[in-house]
T-cell receptor, first 111, second 117 residues
Framework: RKEVEQDPGPFNVPEGATVAFNCTYS??????FFWYRQDCRKEPKLLMS???SGNEDGRFTAQLNRASQYISLLIRDSKLSDSATYLC????????????FGKGTKLSVKP | DGGITQSPKYLFRKEGQNVTLSCEQN?????MYWYRQDPGQGLRLIYY???????QKGDIAEGYSVSREKKESFPLTVTSAQKNPTAFYLC????????????????FGPGTRLLVL
């Protein structure tokens, strides 16, 4: 079983739409959770951390369900500039800070 | 400005040649990492270093070597033993972000694209 699984997409949505991405992780010892954004042919950049209580940063909302080992990212009022690949990332306890990356979900926002 | 730099942006390797990719950071981070990304694939860990003069193999270390003689620098050598070196190579360091609201995690350099001639 893959350690971090994401739907690869692509998700094609119109500007202004709300879109949600999901991610599941296999290791219950996972400790920290993140969403990174990667633009085409660029490096991944941290979008936001994911906290147990859920957290919001502007149009972005991240949620964590430890019981189901499930992470989500919700983007409201999509902009053209949101087009990118979104990587779900997990850090396991005792892993010396090593991260496990999902393969990413591709989002394309159309005018 | 604090950050991570990688050079060169593009690198061409001939058959049987060793090439070295540079990674430098001025974030004062102790831990540094090298990843490889192939099209449509996730990031795979090649080597990592938690502290100067120490490094560990990642998931796909065969055909690669590293050194960590200085805190700021973590060069990666792709040796001739690596039979499929064409990929996007990403270096990262771990620590707090440069903005106050960013928590400790890994931050990436801009990457080096390695192509085989």
């Amino acid at each position: 079983r893959k350690e971090v699984e994401q739907d690869p997409g692509p998700f094609n949505v119109p500007e202004g739409a709300t879109v949600a991405f999901n991610c599941t992780y296999s290791n219950s010892a996972s400790q920290s959770f993140f969403w990174y954004r990667q633009d085409c042919r660029k490096e991944p950049k941290l979008l936001m951390s994911v906290y147990s209580s859920g957290n919001e940063d502007g149009r972005f909302t991240a949620q964590l369900n430890r019981a189901s080992q499930y992470i989500s990212l919700l983007i409201r009022d999509s902009k053209l500039s949101d087009s990118a690949t979104y990587l779900c990332v997990v850090n396991m306890r005792g892993s010396q800070g090593n991260l496990i990356f999902g393969k990413g979900t591709k989002l394309s926002v159309k005018p | 400005d604090g950050g991570i730099t990688q050079s060169p942006k593009y690198l061409f390797r001939k058959e049987g040649q060793n090439v070295t990719l540079s990674c430098e950071q001025n974030l004062n981070h102790d831990a540094m990492y090298w990843y490889r990304q192939d099209p449509g694939q996730g990031l795979r860990l090649i080597y990592y270093s938690q502290i100067v003069n120490d490094f560990q193999k990642g998931d796909i270390a065969e055909g690669y070597s590293v050194s960590r003689e200085k805190k700021e620098s973590f060069p990666l050598t792709v040796t001739s033993a690596q039979k499929n070196p064409t990929a996007f190579y990403l270096c990262a360091s771990r620590g707090p972000g440069t903005s106050g609201r960013l928590q400790e995690t890994q931050y990436f350099g801009p990457g080096t694209r390695l192509l085989v001639l």
